[in-house]
């Protein structure tokens, strides 16, 4: 756990006691700090009974007379839909209402900093960059809104990096946050409800460059219009940029084209490498993480063979297009991470003879929009409270089948897929929408696709996982 030592003697209240607040609580007792805490889960609330320093109560009743700062957890609203009441109290209070990232930061003031935002790919282009540090040895803490709360980092040292995912939430909540590298990958519709609009969402992501030095470096996606308005609005200001793309050349940056990676920062374009050599990374949305990757790598020093090293070993994420198995020529993945159109498209363009399993709680826009792919898609198994909604979306886009639950889905397009031996055949989990109609989280809901497929294949003897690999 990280030393907060610049806390000793003030007051926090801790609103949020999931797996970051518990532990941002915890560090600041530990610190030499008053807490005041809650959440309101009990269980919650039960586990911080027995920490020193910290003590649990209404926040709302107790009020936040003496308090220095308001640490919030970041699934709370402080604005939209409507201010939580003891955000509001903050507000009103003048408190200032901070995050667990923000603390991090103040704890490591002078350390290099990586930040990555974007609707889509934050985490596997953060997977990367510390992947790709890490082989070249570089003394790298990686995590934020991917995998380990901030303060559950070490201090990695002058010579080392913080490479952090941060979500539009986490932003709003991080005043201090000054990037030696910002990453932008894109932009698309999402999280409205909590931005009260796509301006608003914009507006916190923007947040990556608020507080840039001039010596900073923004590295930005070329690929949809309202990243390319960011990117040249910061260029009207001065600041540096590499710009990235997925689909082609950009002039001065770093993109993909014809499945090779090319670095054009010098003005003179050079392979990096063929992407085809990075299994883990499939599809033009992938090249564009690796671009981003490349380009951050690069700006803290990384030698260009020693990243494509990183590029070619990257393992991949779980639920990120994870190769689950390949048998009897049938390729099953589990992309249960993509909760949206957007991010079931980067899915869907990746594959040529699609059973794909779709559904579950659905978000605004639907499935529409995913039009141009239904010719790649052999049959939708549609699953969860959006499965009449898809199929009506879908329309005779593609042959539908309502199985309801991801148990009847699997099922059923293993069979088929099995059935049909179709050259390039993809059983892909890819629901396009939420998983909170039928499990917790996304992560349970490819867990639980992960375990069928494997009972499926183990209980027909069709499988050989020998050769499984995660993608992302």
Not at 14 to 33: H, T
Not at 194 to 222: C, D, E, M, W
Not at 268 to 276: A, D, F, Q
Not at 346 to 365: D, F, N, P, T, V
């Amino acid at each position: 756990m990280l030393n907060l030592g610049f806390a000793r003697d003030h007051t926090y209240a801790v609103m949020g006691l999931g797996k970051s607040g518990a532990v941002a609580a915890r560090a600041l007792a530990a610190a030499g700090a008053t807490v005041f805490a809650w959440d309101d889960s009990a269980d919650r609330r039960a586990a911080l009974q027995d920490v020193d320093g910290a003590t649990v109560v209404d926040l709302a009743e107790r009020g936040l007379g003496g308090v220095d700062a308001l640490v919030l957890s970041p699934g709370i609203p402080h604005t939209h839909p409507e201010p939580h009441p003891v955000a509001a109290a903050a507000k009103a209070a003048g408190v200032p209402i901070i995050g667990d990232v923000e603390l991090l930061l103040r704890a490591l003031p002078d350390r290099r900093l990586v930040a990555i935002t974007g609707t889509n790919g934050k985490s596997t282009t953060t997977a990367l960059i510390g992947h790709i540090l890490a082989s070249a040895n570089v003394p790298v803490e990686v995590g934020g809104n991917l995998g380990r709360p901030a303060l559950e980092f070490a201090d990695p040292g002058p010579n080392g990096v913080v490479v952090l995912e941060l979500s539009s939430y986490q932003l709003e909540l991080t005043p201090s946050l000054a990037p030696t590298v910002a990453v932008w990958l894109n932009i698309t519709p999402d999280h409205i409800d909590r931005h009260g609009s796509l301006a608003g969402y914009i507006a916190a992501k923007r947040r990556i460059f608020a507080h840039q030095t001039p010596s900073g470096l923004a590295v930005i996606g070329n690929d949809d219009v309202h990243s390319r308005d960011v990117a040249d609005r910061l260029r009207r200001d001065g600041r540096r940029i590499v710009d990235l793309s997925g689909l082609g050349p950009v002039v001065g940056g770093v993109y993909a084209e014809d499945s090779e990676l090319i670095d054009a920062r010098s003005g003179r374009p050079e392979t990096v490498l063929s992407m085809t050599e990075a299994p883990a990374l499939p599809g033009e949305h992938n090249a564009q993480n690796a671009a981003a990757a490349f380009a951050a790598c690069a700006a803290l020093g990384i030698a260009r063979p020693a990243i494509a090293d990183g590029i070619r070993s990257f393992p991949g994420l779980a639920h990120r297009q994870e190769r689950i198995a390949e048998a009897g020529g049938v390729l099953y993945v589990n992309d249960s991470k993509a909760t949206n159109a957007d991010a079931a498209a980067r899915a869907l363009a990746c594959y040529s003879a699609i059973y794909w399993i779709a559904g579950g709680r659905g978000k605004e826009g639907g499935v529409s929009s995913l039009a141009p792919f239904f010719p790649r898609i052999r049959k939708a198994y549609l699953i969860g409270e959006s499965a009449g909604t898809f199929a009506r979306e879908i329309g005779d886009g593609c042959p539908t089948a309502l199985c309801r639950t991801l148990e009847m889905a699997v099922r059923q397009a293993h069979l088929d897929a099995q059935a049909d031996q179709r050259p390039g055949a993809v059983v892909l989990l890819s629901p396009a929408a939420a998983s909170f109609d039928q499990f917790p989280n996304f992560e349970v809901r490819g867990e639980r696709f992960r375990a069928l497929v494997h009972d499926l294949l183990d209980g027909n003897g069709a499988g050989d996982h020998a050769g499984e690999r995660r993608a992302s």
